[in-house]
């Protein structure tokens, strides 16, 4: 989402996710069809050093990442290279409609459209596009635009500076995900993506593109923070009921229920009309067919059960790392892998794309 293009090489990048209060990073090389982890790491850092999205005390992470890659790494990473991500709620998404036109004439256009729909000055703004899709028969043609502040965007360049490091490329965090997904799917279906993060929920329809993106407040602690409220325990005791029993029958399940139930039922409204939204714009002749699930918190028993009944489209828990292989490395726990989702997706990015 850089204004400048950067000129391809062929070099390996590794995921950088920033996140509330760690920094996950992972490198992966192709390996026959699948992607070998060469290294991977997690380090937590002082929230403070960072906020609303703009990276205010570099120096803080800066020391934290230096000492989980020279002493704490299991395996190594071999490149200088990053993929970075900022949080969907801290940037704009949008799909635009626009006339066909020539490519130089695109970013004219958007710049145009853009001043309509985002609530800050362009000059703040880094903004970058993608033609989803042309069609023959129309005279109009699909564009996902992503804008970025570029206070946040020049905070991560700072940390990079003082890490000796190049980013190469920053998009989204739901962007990683769907990434990821896909990469384990190799599904070609209508999908809705929910990514479940532990302050907030990623939504996202792949359609060959992302169509559409969105947020959701909620997120895995949340949802522990509330069961532990309403049942009297401790959040550790929530969390070991939450991954337990979850949604299904249980001696509690009724208490479980009343205090999920709304802050599920509140997702689940958002999702009800991100899909309208879609099926809006692509006509019937593109349904939904599949939601798929992922983050910490959609491990919870019961609720691919709960999110079908109440969209009234089949969910499934997805295992982002099929086609990933830690090869001769200690993988982390089935529980602690789920961290490394949205860098992941960052690491598989197609390096040919970087600077198009």
């Given at each position: 989402m850089i204004d400048s293009p950067i000129f391809y090489r062929d070099q390996p990048v590794f995921g950088f996710d920033i996140g509330f209060n760690s920094v996950k990073i992972i490198q992966l090389d192709p390996?026959?069809?699948?992607?070998?982890?060469?290294?991977?790491?997690?380090?937590?850092?002082n929230p403070k050093a960072v906020d609303n999205g703009v990276i205010i005390d570099p120096e803080i992470i800066a020391r934290e990442v230096y000492g989980l890659v020279s002493k704490d790494m299991i395996g190594e990473i071999t490149t200088k290279r990053v993929a970075a991500t900022i949080p969907v709620s801290r940037s704009f998404n949008r799909v635009l409609t626009l006339p066909k036109m020539a490519s130089n004439e695109v970013a004219d256009a958007i710049r145009l459209e853009a001043e309509q729909y985002i609530p800050i000055p362009l000059d703040e703004l880094y903004i970058d596009f993608q033609v989803a899709e042309t069609n023959k028969d129309s005279d109009d043609m699909e564009v996902l635009v992503v804008a970025a502040p570029k206070n946040i965007v020049d905070s991560y360049i700072t940390l990079f500076d003082l890490l000796g490091l190049e980013m190469s490329v920053v998009e989204t965090s739901i962007n990683a995900s769907t990434r990821l997904v896909m990469h384990s799917e190799q599904t070609s279906v209508p999908t809705l993506?929910?990514?479940?993060?532990?302050?907030?929920?990623?939504?996202?329809i792949f359609d060959s593109v992302l169509r559409v993106t969105g947020t959701?407040?909620?997120?895995?602690?949340?949802?522990?923070?509330?069961?532990?409220?309403?049942?009297?325990?401790?959040?550790?005791?929530?969390?070991?009921?939450?991954?337990?029993?979850?949604?299904?029958?249980s001696k509690r399940q009724a208490d479980i229920r009343r205090t999920l139930e709304p802050l599920l039922d509140k997702m689940v409204n958002e999702i009800k009309k991100m899909v309208r939204f879609?099926?809006?714009?692509?006509?019937?002749?593109?349904?939904?067919?599949q939601v798929i699930i992922l983050g910490g918190g959609a491990n919870m028993p019961g609720l691919s059960d709960y999110l079908t009944d109440k969209i009234r489209i089949p969910t499934r828990?997805?295992?982002?790392?099929?086609?990933?292989?830690?090869?001769?490395?200690?993988?982390?726990?089935?529980?602690?892998?789920t961290v490394y989702a949205t860098a992941a997706g960052l690491a598989l990015i197609n390096q040919r794309e970087i600077g198009r």
């Open positions: 390996v026959g069809s699948k992607r070998e982890v060469t290294g991977y790491g997690v380090v937590g850092f993506i929910i990514d479940f993060g532990s302050i907030s929920t990623d939504l996202s959701v407040a909620e997120g895995g602690d949340t949802i522990t923070q509330s069961m532990a409220d309403s049942l009297g325990v401790t959040p550790r005791q929530a969390q070991t009921i939450k991954t337990k029993y979850g949604l299904n029958t879609y099926q809006e714009r692509s006509g019937q002749d593109r349904k939904l067919e828990m997805c295992n982002p790392w099929i086609n990933i292989d830690f090869g001769t490395l200690q993988p982390p726990h089935e529980q602690e892998k």
